[in-house]
């Protein structure tokens, strides 16, 4: 707390001394801009509290009273400023709303005056922006997924395979949240597996390990709860990508995300038949299995104080220690659910 307490002190100070170099320099007015936004910038980049975000936004708005109206200046302040803004720890959309006035204030100069990429990037954080809107009712996800789209025009795989592969993510999570419909429930999953495959196109495991594995792990849900026709197919699909995921994600180095991971994968196991051919047969053998990667997950979701998490695991894990004993396949000693409660 003291640390905190020091730390939050000394960017008082500095955007203190800030504002009165701003007010007493002899330098021109984008020169103060440019000097009031490096400071933003590195408060923002490596925020030791939200408040280094509050001071960020506070020196882009001072920038932003500096620039020429419909300058280039000003766009790129505007587009800063939107980035710290989503940045902020919010509970409501007000800090959402004010980054997306910033987007697109910014975005109307760069289409005049700015790079084909700088549009790109602002496009893509203006989608960013209403997608988290959207998760608050105060936007359409549809908006966002336009938005995601016009910057894959710039932001293509060979050129930009970074930006390419976070779009792809942000699209896929997009077509997800979409409101489910009779008409367009399909064709949003299929849309959403496409575009995790299409990231995981340049995001490879070598190079990208961390990102690898999330997206991996983003397409096995993607798949294991796709309402296709085809859901023993997609539930092998889905453990292959968990399997990817796990070739990262591990309990030493990362054990909440690879709880989460086996979690899922228990899930797919779950639903699968023992003999896919027989899919009317029992599913005794990959409910044994589900119930250890269970009871693997629910340890370490209970060592980070995941409640929320442990009360859902131990739920289904109840029920598939029912399941197993009405099959007579699973008796009352051996079930690993009341060792863990």
């Known amino acids: 707390m003291v640390d905190q307490m020091v730390t939050s002190s000394l960017s008082d100070e500095r ?23 490096e400071i933003a910038m590195s408060l923002q980049q490596k925020p030791k509290s939200a408040q280094d975000l509050h001071h960020a936004v506070s020196l882009y708005r001072k920038a932003i009273s500096l620039c020429p109206a419909e300058s280039l200046l000003l766009a790129r302040v505007e587009a800063r400023m939107g980035t710290a803004l989503n940045a902020i720890p919010h509970d409501g959309p007000e800090f959402l709303r004010q980054a997306h006035t910033a987007f697109e204030l910014a975005i109307i100069i760069l289409k005049q005056h700015g790079s084909m990429q700088e549009l790109a990037e602002a496009e893509m954080n203006l989608g960013l922006t209403i997608q988290s809107l959207a998760s608050y009712g105060c936007a359409h996800i549809t908006d966002a997924i336009n ?9 293509t795989r060979d050129a930009y395979p970074a930006e390419f592969a976070i779009l792809h993510n942000n699209l896929a999570t997009a077509y997800l949240s979409m409101t489910i419909t009779e008409q367009n429930g399909k064709m949003r999953e299929a849309l959403a597996v496409q575009s995790f495959e299409e990231a995981l196109r340049v995001v490879t495991l070598i190079d990208y390990p961390t990102e690898y594995a999330m997206l ?10 796709s309402s296709s026709s085809h859901v023993v197919e997609n539930i092998f699909r889905a453990l292959e990508a968990y399997d990817e995921a796990l070739k990262v994600r591990n309990p030493k180095d990362t054990p909440l995300e690879y709880a989460n991971t086996i979690s899922n994968k228990a899930n797919a196991l779950r639903s699968l038949p023992d003999d896919p051919q027989y899919p009317e047969r029992s599913n005794r053998g990959n409910l044994r299995r589900a119930y250890a990667y269970y009871h693997e997950a629910i340890t370490i979701f209970q060592q980070f104080g995941e409640s929320t998490k442990v009360l859902m695991t131990s739920e289904v894990m109840a029920d598939i220690d029912q399941e197993l004993q009405d099959a007579e396949d699973f008796s009352p000693s051996d079930s690993i659910y009341r060792t863990t409660m």
Not at 20 to 36: C, G, I, Y
Not at 147 to 155: K, T
């Open 15 to 37: 955007v203190k001394a800030a504002f009165a170099a701003v007010e007493s320099a002899d330098a021109t007015h984008p020169e103060k801009v440019e000097m009031l936004m």
């Open 147 to 155: 938005a995601y789209l016009r910057s894959l025009r710039i932001f």
């Open 216 to 225: 991996q792990n983003n397409l096995g849900n993607a798949l294991q709860y």
